[in-house]
């Protein structure tokens, strides 16, 4: 802009408005706590609530807008599993917020007493995913929790006996020395900054684009004629296979909710959870014009569409336990299990799932050591990317078990912080004693 027309534009500008010269670089601020969780979603935010619950200075960063990660933004707004085999495995601090939302949101909770034989389903709890946010986040300021949402690290650096947490976001610039660091991520990224070794599997489980279709009269649809259709637009390349996974009748029958997959979906960097997005956002629109030119679905609508795509499996840690197949089929009791987990084994490939669900009476545990990365010190994982081997991982990842662990770990780190130690050296019996104090539920030996 010319000097004079700029000058001329100021003597415009209405009562009320300032003119700001161009913005600097944000100043380096240095900010310090005893603990900090990266990632606000399923584990993070009840780590964060657990260890602030314990008198911790706690800091909770999330890259996001809200808390709750992939139960919330993810839409997969229907935890499990609490329960198993008719009594309750897991409670504590992500119980307390999953009541509270069926409360005040008005929606219900299962019938627990009831056995769901392979419907497994049938036991996780609906609620909604935005109103749960909103009160993890309640419950976050009223434990003293600082909050630091679209914020992300940039370097993570071992600094004697604490960590050095270099965060960016909009407009700021922040250095953080903290006693205890808890990786959240669902990626492990953090961990993965710190320069220690993940896990990954060549062939990973697809993602999928959480959405739901309405609109439409299930009873006029001449479901033999649509899967026809189907059949031909994915021969002819007008529908991916993976668009709509099974048949038409089942896609339509859940309202198109869960029934894609995204193949080679991935979040642990900006660029390929952007990829991937814009994979099941393609994918959706695929299937609007498909089902738009038939008639019955003349009307549909959209009922739900999350901003983002869900991701199962990125990166596992390797820690100082590694949870196998075997001992979460057979229920193992880790000497230092901290929680319970309740899910079958849950596998996804390209064309679906099919679930293995455990024997009767079979109840696996986490170890803290699952938790911890293998030689690490004042560092600890809650979530999807704790140790564990791939199969073991596919009932791990289940938001009741995120939670438990996520709480775990809070715990385990606020005792650290507290006692100038590491997590392995925390006492097993503090721990335990800290967690049942807290709701939570501790497996018992077997
Ligand atoms: C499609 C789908 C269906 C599923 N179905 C079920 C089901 O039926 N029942 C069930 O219980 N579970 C189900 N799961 C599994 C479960 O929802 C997830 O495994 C679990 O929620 C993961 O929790 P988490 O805390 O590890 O990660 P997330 O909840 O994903 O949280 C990670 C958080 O970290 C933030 N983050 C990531 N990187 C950074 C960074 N660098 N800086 C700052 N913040 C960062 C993210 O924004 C996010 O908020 C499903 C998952 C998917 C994807």
Redesign the pocket.
């Known amino acids: 802009m010319k000097r004079r027309h700029f000058l001329a534009t100021l003597g415009t500008l209405p009562a009320g408005t300032v003119l700001v010269a161009a913005q600097p670089p944000p100043q380096l601020r240095r900010l310090s706590t005893d603990v900090l969780v990266?990632?606000?979603?399923?584990?993070?935010t009840i780590a964060a609530i657990q260890a602030g619950r314990l008198g911790a200075k706690t800091m909770l960063?999330?890259?996001?807008s809200q808390l709750?990660?992939?139960?919330t933004?993810?839409g997969?707004d229907?935890?499990?599993?609490f329960h198993a085999w008719g009594k309750q495995v897991i409670a504590g601090i992500g119980w307390e917020l999953v009541k509270a939302a069926v409360d005040l949101g008005s929606a219900e909770l299962p019938d627990f007493t009831k056995p769901t034989g392979r419907q497994h389903?049938r036991h996780?709890v609906r609620i909604t995913g935005n109103l749960y946010a909103a009160l993890a986040e309640e419950a976050c300021v009223k434990a003293g929790v600082q909050l630091r949402y679209y914020?992300?690290?940039l370097t993570v650096e071992a600094a004697g006996d604490s960590w050095r947490v270099r965060l960016t976001g909009k407009g700021t610039s922040i250095e953080v020395v903290t006693k205890q660091l808890i990786d959240?991520?669902?990626?492990a990224?953090v961990v993965g900054l710190a320069g220690i070794e993940r896990l990954r599997e060549k062939i990973r489980q697809p993602?999928?684009l959480?959405y739901r279709l309405g609109g439409y009269d299930l009873a006029t649809i001449d479901m033999n004629a649509m899967q026809a259709k189907l059949v031909a637009a994915r021969k002819s390349g007008v529908l991916k296979p993976t668009d709509i996974n099974g048949t038409i009748a089942g896609f339509l029958g859940k309202g198109g909710e869960?029934g894609n997959h995204i193949p080679g979906a991935d979040?642990s960097t900006s660029e390929a959870h952007t990829a991937t997005n814009i994979l099941g956002r393609e994918a959706l629109l695929r299937v609007l014009r498909f089902l738009k030119q038939e008639l019955p679905f003349a009307l549909m609508t959209i009922e739900r569409l999350q901003p983002e795509a869900?991701?199962?499996e990125t990166f596992r840690i390797i820690g100082e336990t590694q949870i196998t197949h075997e001992d979460y089929t057979s229920g193992r009791v880790f000497e230092d299990a901290v929680a319970h987990s309740f899910y079958p084994i849950d596998l996804h490939y390209e064309g679906g799932v099919t679930p293995k669900h455990l024997n009767e009476g079979i109840v696996p545990t986490i170890p803290l050591r699952a938790l911890i990365p293998k030689a690490s010190k004042n560092l600890l994982v809650?979530?999807?990317?704790l140790s564990s081997d791939q199969l073991a991982n596919s009932a791990l990842?289940?938001?009741?078990s995120?939670m438990a662990m996520?709480q775990a770990a809070g715990v385990t780190a606020a005792l650290a912080a507290r006692t100038g130690t590491t997590p392995l050296r925390v006492p097993l019996a503090d721990i335990r004693r800290e967690l049942t104090r807290h709701g939570a539920i501790v497996p018992k030996k077997a």
């Open positions: 990266i990632g606000g979603g399923t584990a993070g960063v999330e890259a996001g709750g990660g992939t139960t933004t993810g997969v229907f935890p499990g599993l389903w996780q914020e992300s690290p959240c991520t669902g990626n990224s993602g999928t959480i869960s979040s869900g991701i199962r809650a979530g999807r990317c990842r289940v938001q009741a995120c996520g």
